[in-house]
């Protein structure tokens, strides 16, 4: 029986306090941060104070399409572009075309989930990616 990769309590945490430490640095701004598992649930969820709603909202949802879909938001965005697709196509009113949601995956390329920054615009993607890296996960 094999047993199938995933985001553990600790890897979610090294995510979110590096995430966390860079949009605090000076001239930061406040974020909303969301890890999902590969199906979209929910497995950490972090604000930091005077986050707007909207941030909150969608970092959950970039986490979720970067996990559904296998692959990071800026590039599923890209990719719908090139189609001349939009994210309601698909029929999941919880997708989104928005930068900011990084795909997790194991070393052997499994997807294990997702991390979404919500609320930092051109730096959420770069943020999720800082996460991402100190999950430590390797590949």
Known sequence: MSEKPFIDFDQAQAA???????ATKPGGMPVA???????????????????RLYA???AFRKAYTAAIMGMDTGAHGEQLKERGRTVSDYGDP???PGEGG????SRDGIIMGGIGV????IRDEELAMIG????????
């Open 16 to 22: 979110m306090k590096a995430i966390i430490e860079e």
């Open 33 to 51: 941060i969301s890890i999902v598992d590969d199906a979209g649930n929910m497995v950490a969820y972090a604000q930091m104070d005077h986050v």
């Open 56 to 58: 909150r909202r969608h």
């Open 94 to 96: 919880s997708l989104t």
């Open 102 to 105: 990084v795909v997790v995956k």
């Open 118 to 121: 919500g609320g930092y615009l």
């Open 132 to 139: 991402l890296n100190a999950m430590n996960i390797g590949g």
